[in-house]
């Protein structure tokens, strides 16, 4: 029976998503900021997997893996070993030269998950801080590429103040050339109040 594995990389990200642990566990941060892996240890870790262990995903509960000072180097390690892979990112504010380069690499054994709640006008509103032009541009050069990921997939969180976007997303997903437009409900409506401002909790209030 294969197995999966998956590695934070780095506890770097340029978003403030309210129901994250980013900041939920913000006065915690001295306990879970550990910064980002080295490559020569994430290197060394992947040549002693077991065998079981069919693909590696790049996830995280406090960073994105795009963060990573060194992620073109993390992905070449991931490649080099030939194993399936699979990556969950925002795509978000990394310059237009990342995205060129991470072209340049062999990603036909991946599963690329884009994390987007919404469009140019809403996504902002849960991802803080994401710069939507910046996410169009990773969008366009990963599914454009020669050799792009087996799967590429839009993850679409559903709050209320998104919903009434959802057939214009999948168009959008269409224009884009993603494989597969995933739109899930929001649970975290209840846990998000006890963090948001009032002004905002109307955002998230399903009827």
């Known amino acids: 029976m294969s197995k999966n594995i998956s590695y934070e990389t780095t506890t770097v990200c340029s978003l403030a998503c ?27 870790s992947l040549i002693g997997l077991d065998p079981k262990i069919s693909q590696v995903n790049l996830t995280g ?22 194993l399936y892979w699979m990556i969950t990112t925002c795509g978000a504010n990394r310059p237009p030269s ?22 140019a006008d809403t996504n902002h509103i849960y991802r803080k801080n994401a710069r939507w032009e910046t996410i169009d541009y990773a969008v366009r050069v990963i599914t454009g590429m ?3 990921p087996r799967r590429i ?14 057939e214009q997303a ?3 997903a269409k224009e884009w050339n993603v ?9 975290r409506s209840n846990l998000l109040y006890q ?11 399903w009827e």
């Not at 913000?26 to 892996?37: R, T």
């Not at 990342?98 to 469009?119: K, Y």
């Open 146 to 148: 020669d050799k792009k």
């Open 18 to 44: 309210p129901g994250c642990q980013r900041m939920t566990k913000e006065k915690y941060k001295s306990d879970w900021d550990k910064g980002d892996i080295p490559v020569d240890i994430f290197e060394k």
């Open 98 to 119: 990342f995205w060129d380069n991470v072209a340049t690499r062999d990603l036909s054994r991946a599963r690329w998950i884009f994390s987007i709640d919404g469009l």
């Open 153 to 166: 997939e839009w993850k679409y969180i559903v709050f209320p103040y998104n919903e009434h976007q959802v």
């Open 170 to 172: 999948k168009q959008q």
């Open 61 to 82: 509960c406090y960073g994105d893996a795009i963060y990573h000072k060194q992620f073109l180097d993390i992905l070449d390690a991931v490649i080099n070993s030939g």
């Open 179 to 187: 494989d597969f437009f995933d739109p899930v409900k929001s649970d």
């Open 195 to 205: 963090y948001l401002p009032i002004a905002e909790q109307e955002l998230y209030a």
